[in-house]
């Protein structure tokens, strides 16, 4: 079968392109609303009313209030803010435990978080301003089970943040069943005069692909990351009930008052509205992405498995997974993911995260139960909104044809 040189892309969860409607959406306001928000003139004015316009289809989207969302650059900011405000909260007073005995900050996580959640919390450890636990996730699915977080739980235990779905498996995590867990042992930790813990996941990956509703999750933070629902590169922080003072958030740097003082700098008005615009796409349209992304994936993942056969294996295949995501190894070959996608010159798609490239076999691989060889031959295939039934074929036949090389 003779290839066609169009080359296709399948690393939608490393980044999606802009949606039509969002790049007339960010022309438009580079146009029209370009001036200063905080500005008294009708042109400021104008910027100002997209942004608001932009908080609330982004409220919307997620079922929150839009005085919930702070925008802010993306999603390692983002979390970034969320840690920084879990140690702040703990050490302004909610670390009293006993009589006057202070402790260090407790924060849970899981093994295969993001690096923009995982770097900064083995700072704090490497700084010794908080202690860690990183939960491993369950060796047969890949998921973190809610009794491996609960019992690591301790008095100082001030924060819990779980990714809703991992970036290179795409396996979705309990997270709404670990709030209503923590919500009880609030209760509980109320009485007993220890602080609150409070809880975070980082939605980067889920939003656009599957249902993200703050109320069914129950968290009191949610990262959000435009440019992996087709959207421009800004994100924003959901913080629930934070105009009524119910949960913390501490800026982490200072200057003017926007986004009520909580982060500071002029607001980058193009982007915003472009944010808003691909939340509202979601909010319009997710049922027929989510059903478009996972029959397509289902039909490559399918392919793969009547070419190759025994060879290959989908990673993580019997946990809930995103709907278009695919991590799959090939056996009987001497060659990494890497190597294999380097003879698929037309195929454009990653062996994991985007940020990692370094060659070496993934660990949020093996830490989600698959074998070290198994993981260096990985490849991750992330399907988009509009990828062909038609290029499945011609993206095994080129994996096909890679292998045959070996």
């Known amino acids: 079968m003779e290839l066609q040189a169009k080359k296709?892309?399948?690393?939608?969860?490393?980044?999606?392109?802009?949606a039509p409607e969002v790049i007339l959406?960010?022309?438009?306001?580079l146009t029209n609303a370009w001036a200063n928000p905080s500005s008294s003139s009708e042109i400021g004015q104008s910027a100002k009313e997209l942004i608001n316009q932009a908080r609330k289809k982004v409220a919307t989207m997620l079922n929150a209030k839009p005085s919930e969302i702070t925008f802010v650059s993306g999603g390692t900011e983002a979390n970034n803010m969320?840690?920084?405000?879990?140690?702040?909260?703990?050490?302004?007073?909610?670390?009293?435990?006993?009589?006057?005995?202070?402790?260090?900050?407790?924060?849970?996580?899981?093994?295969?978080?993001?690096?923009?959640?995982?770097?900064?919390?083995?700072?704090?450890?490497?700084?010794?301003?908080?202690d860690v636990d990183f939960v491993p996730v369950s060796m047969s699915s890949g998921q973190v089970?809610?009794?491996?977080?609960?019992?690591?739980?301790?008095?100082?235990?001030?924060?819990v943040?779980?990714?809703?779905?991992?970036?290179?498996?795409?396996v979705i995590m309990p997270v709404a069943e670990i709030s209503r867990k923590i919500r009880e042992l609030n209760e509980i930790r109320q009485k007993e005069g220890l602080c609150r813990i409070l809880i975070h996941t980082d939605a980067a990956q889920a939003i656009g692909k599957?249902?993200?509703?703050?109320?069914?999750?129950?968290?009191?933070?949610?990262?959000?990351?435009?440019?992996?629902?087709y959207g421009p590169r800004i994100g924003a922080l959901f913080v629930k009930e934070m105009a009524e003072d119910s949960t913390p958030l501490y800026p982490m740097f200072f200057g003017g008052g926007q986004e009520r003082g909580l982060r500071p700098g002029t607001e980058n008005t193009p982007m915003i509205h472009g944010l808003g615009c691909a939340a509202e796409l979601v909010s319009q349209n997710l049922q027929k992405y989510q059903e478009a992304m996972k029959k397509t994936r289902d039909l490559l993942e399918k392919s793969l498995i009547v070419e190759f056969g025994e060879n290959i294996i989908v990673n993580c295949d019997t946990a809930l997974r995103l709907p278009n995501t695919s991590s799959v190894s090939f056996r009987e070959t001497t060659m990494t993911g890497g190597e294999i996608l380097s003879r698929c010159p037309h195929l454009?798609?990653?062996?994991?995260?985007?940020?990692h490239g370094t060659g070496k076999p993934s660990v949020i691989l093996m830490a989600s139960g698959v074998s070290c060889e198994d993981a260096r031959s990985a490849v991750r295939l992330?399907?988009?909104?509009?990828?062909?039934?038609?290029?499945?074929?011609?993206?095994?036949?080129?994996l096909k044809l890679a292998l045959k090389r070996d």
Request: charged share 20%; aromatic share 6%.
């Open 348 to 355: 454009m798609a990653s062996t994991g995260a985007a940020c």
């Open 145 to 159: 089970l809610i009794e491996e977080i609960e019992k690591l739980i301790k008095p100082n235990t001030c924060l």
């Open 82 to 130: 969320v840690l920084h405000t879990a140690l702040k909260y703990f050490n302004s007073g909610s670390g009293k435990l006993g009589q006057g005995a202070s402790l260090k900050p407790h924060i849970l996580t899981t093994n295969v978080e993001h690096d923009a959640i995982l770097l900064p919390l083995r700072h704090y450890e490497t700084e010794k301003l908080a």
């Open 210 to 229: 599957i249902s993200v509703d703050v109320e069914e999750l129950g968290v009191d933070y949610l990262t959000i990351v435009g440019h992996k629902f």
């Open 161 to 170: 943040t779980v990714m809703l779905a991992n970036n290179e498996t795409g």
């Open 382 to 398: 992330s399907v988009g909104r509009d990828t062909a039934p038609a290029e499945i074929e011609q993206i095994v036949q080129m």
């Open 25 to 29: 959406c960010v022309s438009e306001a």
């Open 8 to 18: 296709i892309y399948l690393d939608y969860n490393a980044t999606t392109p802009l």
